[in-house]
């Protein structure tokens, strides 16, 4: 493009902006139509399109607006999210999975693991199916294995939310063989009971059993099937003081000590709100094991 078409093709833009923002709709449309035709290769010009034309409540032309503008810029975050929230407004929402499922695949291409694992939930919460839930657990899982830092801890919460992990298969080494009934099949009926409390109405219960659930999976060695049991609870009981404690732990075991910081912070600033005694004792008794050297956990305990 030459210099003085990429004139004209700003000035159409600017033209199409002006006229959107004073609601003449019909001049930047206009506008927006001089300047794709002046750069064919350009995404921007559809993307402007597309909006104007949402405005306009014609959510139909907008789908094929967005549809040209993606077929440019087939990595263009912004048009995927938008062409999605268009087919939700039509009523075509297993459409708008789909949009998601491509959305998802861009994020994770570029990197963005806690953003494509938030999108794939949606697109799940949206239209079930099996490769919707075998992609999400895998990026469950590769997010568990990556730094811990506060998106991804948070996007973890989100999915293991909407998937109601069961408990993981037993570890491939053996284990010594208890005299007394396994832990684990203790944890896998106390799971199976909390699912069952969901909705019903009683959600200390359902609290109680997601972290006694959590707790026996943790004796047994089976950390990230503790963790998915106190994500679950964090949905009934986000201010239990206890829940948050046991996640630090397990926090801790799986070696995420800036999470577990994090979150037993997050404690004490809910303790010294609540007054809660045995809450902070918990607290002070992890911070005196995991992070006697860290002085805004030390402080908490003064």
């Not at 408990?167 to 005299?179: D, G, I, L, R």
């Not at 959590?214 to 047994?220: E, G, L, T, V």
């Not at 049991?229 to 926090?251: F, I, S, T």
């Amino acid at each position: 493009m030459s210099d003085a078409v990429y004139e004209r093709y700003k000035e159409a833009l600017r033209r199409g902006h002006v006229a959107a923002e004073r609601g003449r709709f019909d001049a930047a449309l206009a506008a927006y139509a001089n300047a794709a035709g002046l750069a064919r290769d350009r995404a921007l010009p559809h993307l402007s399109i597309a909006a104007t034309l949402r405005r306009m409540g014609r959510d139909e032309e907008a789908l094929a607006a967005y549809g040209a503008a993606l077929e440019r810029a087939p990595r263009d975050t912004a048009a995927h999210t938008a062409r999605t929230e268009t087919l939700l407004a039509l009523g075509r929402p297993a459409e708008a999975a789909d949009a998601l499922d491509r959305l998802a695949e861009v994020q994770e291409a570029a990197g963005q693991l806690p953003d494509a694992c938030d999108t794939i939930r949606r697109a799940l919460e949206l239209a079930e199916s099996r490769t919707r839930r075998r992609n999400i657990e895998r990026l469950v899982r590769e997010l568990r294995d990556g730094p811990q830092d506060e998106a991804a801890v948070a996007a973890l919460e989100r999915a293991v939310g909407v998937l109601r992990l069961a408990a993981p298969a037993a570890p491939a080494s053996p284990e010594p063989a208890p005299v007394s009934k396994p832990p684990r099949e203790d944890a896998a009926l106390v799971l199976a009971q909390a699912e069952d409390s969901l909705g019903k109405g009683d959600d200390a219960m359902t609290r109680d059993l997601f972290v006694r659930a959590a707790i026996a999976q943790r004796s047994a060695g089976h950390t990230d099937a503790a963790i998915d049991a106190c994500y679950l609870a964090l949905a009934v009981a986000p201010g239990d003081p206890e829940l948050h404690v046991v996640m630090a732990e397990l926090y801790l075991d799986r070696g995420w000590e800036t999470a577990a910081a994090e979150k037993l912070l997050l404690l004490g600033r809910l303790v010294e709100l609540t007054g809660d005694l045995a809450a902070r004792d918990r607290l002070c008794r992890v911070v005196a094991r995991s992070f006697a050297g860290d002085p805004r956990l030390a402080a908490i305990c003064i």
